[in-house]
């Protein structure tokens, strides 16, 4: 099956729209300093540094015992995603989305408990 095309012709201009000029067109070079200047760099030049070799590693008992001080020393306060009473923190989060004006379902009652948690009601 073939298409149809359909293209409009543009009409030939007409004799009294051609302007004849009256000299042959010229392509002219353009203008040539006189003076050739050296080509520039562009390139930036960066400077190199050698790689610095890393420290040494720390005895894997010195590791060990700096994690086991880091979590000993943590509390509960300071982590919020760290669960509490969970009857007092569902209290207040729905006091939270009373006071804010949101319903409280599944997708807000985790910021809600979260608000909770960071305004210390729990």
């Keep these: 099956m073939s298409r149809r095309s359909t ?3 543009k009409p030939a201009p007409a004799e009294s729209d051609l302007k004849v000029t009256p000299e ?3 392509i002219e070079s353009p203008v040539v300093e006189a003076e050739a200047s050296a080509p520039v ?3 930036t030049e960066t400077p190199s540094e050698d790689p610095t070799p890393a420290p040494e590693a720390s005895a894997p008992e010195k590791i ?3 994690v086991r001080e880091k979590l000993s020393n943590k509390s509960v306060e300071e ?3 760290v669960p509490s009473n969970p009857a007092a923190l569902e209290k207040a989060a729905t006091q939270i989305a009373e006071e804010k004006g949101f319903q409280l379902n ?3 009652s985790i910021g809600a408990r979260l608000l909770a948690r ?3 009601r729990v």
Excluded: C, L, V, Y
């Design 7 to 9: 293209r409009t012709e």
């Design 24 to 26: 042959e067109g010229k």
């Design 41 to 43: 760099n562009i390139e």
């Design 64 to 66: 060990q015992t700096d």
């Design 79 to 81: 982590n919020i995603f």
């Design 106 to 108: 599944r997708g807000t």
């Design 118 to 120: 960071a305004q210390k």
